[in-house]
Every structure is written in structure tokens, then in C-alpha cells.
């Protein structure tokens, strides 16, 4: 989770300071707000084997932990079946200063995102959010296409002989949510990490894995 995409539902103290790999930082911090939350993207499929959550560390806002979720998911929102999340623990009602709590996550699907959440209203305050994993191959087979589009920000540029082996490509690659091909631009295969990131572009076609493909997935 390190760096890697992550947000808050309202803004006091930003998201990425909850996975910054610095404790000691500021930490997360959302206002005073219904069911307040903390979500990070770890841009691919994993199997997650266990999460730590680190209460504030710095302050004294330890308890804005208490009775927190932690949850793993496939897609960012609840549009999938329900299988699609799952409830790894919940933390203790009272939380101190500094306190971490690991849980252990036995979900038999690849997930993508992690939650971190409190169904109250209130503050949530998380000072760090550490994921231990494994990648998943996914075997997806659902693409939603858009027509002259392309990814704007690649994380790789290739040359390829069709759009079938850009999907290859992208399937190889653990970090590939969405890829666009163009038959005669050079580069022709652009990988992305973000399936929302595009740009109007004639003659490009860009494919985006479906947000529940990844009920057909196995390691």
C-alpha cells in the first residue's frame, strides 16, 4: 500500500498520510462526518493475507480509531455481488495513543481496495495502513471499449502485432487495470495502472477490466 492511491470521504489531513510508510507523520485525518472512511487503491489484484492499522501516533487522537472496520474489496464502490467484500476486524472501542492492530484476512477472491471505516458519525484519525499480500492472476474475460481513446498517463509503452497481445501484456503485468491499442502508432500498446484516466485520441481504442471481473480470477 505504500505510496499508492488512497483517499478520505472529507479531507482534514490527507489520505496518502496514512501510507506514507512514516507513522510518526501527520496522520489521516477526515472531519466530523457520516460513516467516515479511509480507502487505499493497491493498484491490482491481490490476495491479502494480513493489514495493520496504527492509530494517531503524533496527537492525541488515538480514539478517533475506536470500533473502526477493516475491510478489503474488489471494486471501489458496492456495485458487485456481495461476495465482493469482506470484513477482515474491527477495532477495540477505546483506542489509545500509537496503539496498532493487525487482523488477519482469509477472503478467498482477489481484492483490490482497502477500507478502513466507522459506522458512526464522527472523525477518523489513522496515522498508518500497512497491507501484506500476494499477487493474483486474474483471468478476466469482461473489457468495457471506448473508441478514439487512449490512456493519457501509461505506466508502459510497447510495441505489439494486435490489440490480443496488448491484452496479453497487460494481463501479464500485475499493476494493469486498463490498456488502449492503435494499429499503426508507434508505440502502440499504452498499460495503466488508473482505468479512469483517458484522453481523447482518433484512431485509439482503449479497453478497461470490469470492476467484478475479478470473480473469475484464481493465484
Known amino acids: 500500500?505504500?505510496?499508492?492511491?488512497?483517499?478520505?470521504?472529507?479531507?482534514?489531513?490527507?489520505?496518502?498520510?496514512?501510507n506514507d510508510g512514516n507513522?510518526?507523520?501527520?496522520?489521516?485525518?477526515t472531519w466530523s462526518t457520516v460513516n467516515p472512511y479511509w480507502q487505499g487503491d493497491l493498484q491490482g489484484y491481490?490476495?491479502?493475507?494480513?493489514?495493520?492499522?496504527?492509530?494517531?501516533?503524533?496527537?492525541?487522537?488515538?480514539?478517533?480509531l475506536g470500533s473502526a472496520y477493516v475491510e478489503v474489496r474488489a471494486s471501489r464502490n458496492s456495485g458487485c455481488?456481495?461476495?465482493?467484500?469482506?470484513i477482515c476486524g474491527q477495532c477495540p472501542e477505546v483506542v489509545g495513543k500509537g496503539e496498532t492492530f493487525t487482523f488477519t484476512c482469509s477472503h478467498p477472491r482477489p481484492v483490490r481496495f482497502v477500507k478502513v471505516w466507522r459506522n458512526m458519525t464522527g472523525r477518523l484519525v489513522i496515522s498508518e495502513v500497512v497491507v501484506h499480500g500476494t499477487p493474483a492472476t486474474t483471468s478476466v474475460t469482461k473489457y468495457s471499449k471506448a473508441i478514439d481513446t487512449k490512456v493519457s498517463t501509461p505506466m508502459t509503452s510497447l510495441a505489439v502485432?494486435?490489440?490480443?497481445?496488448c491484452s496479453s501484456r497487460c494481463y501479464a503485468n500485475k499493476s494493469c487495470l486498463?490498456?488502449?491499442?492503435?494499429?499503426?502508432?508507434?508505440?502502440?500498446?499504452?498499460?495503466?495502472?488508473?482505468?479512469?484516466?483517458?484522453?481523447e485520441a482518433?484512431?485509439?481504442?482503449?479497453?478497461?477490466?470490469?470492476?467484478?471481473?475479478?470473480?473469475?480470477?484464481c493465484e
Open 1 to 18: 500500500m505504500l505510496a499508492k492511491p488512497s483517499e478520505l470521504n472529507s479531507v482534514y489531513w490527507n489520505a496518502e498520510n496514512a
Open 23 to 29: 507513522p510518526g507523520s501527520l496522520p489521516a485525518r
Open 46 to 64: 491481490f490476495t491479502v493475507h494480513n493489514i495493520s492499522v496504527t492509530s494517531d501516533v503524533t496527537y492525541g487522537f488515538g480514539n478517533d
Open 81 to 86: 455481488p456481495d461476495g465482493d467484500i469482506f
Open 161 to 165: 502485432t494486435s490489440a490480443a497481445d
Open 178 to 199: 486498463s490498456f488502449s491499442y492503435h494499429p499503426t502508432a508507434a508505440p502502440n500498446c499504452l498499460l495503466a495502472t488508473n482505468p479512469e484516466d483517458a484522453a
Open 202 to 217: 482518433v484512431g485509439w481504442s482503449k479497453y478497461t477490466i470490469d470492476g467484478c471481473s475479478s470473480y473469475n480470477s
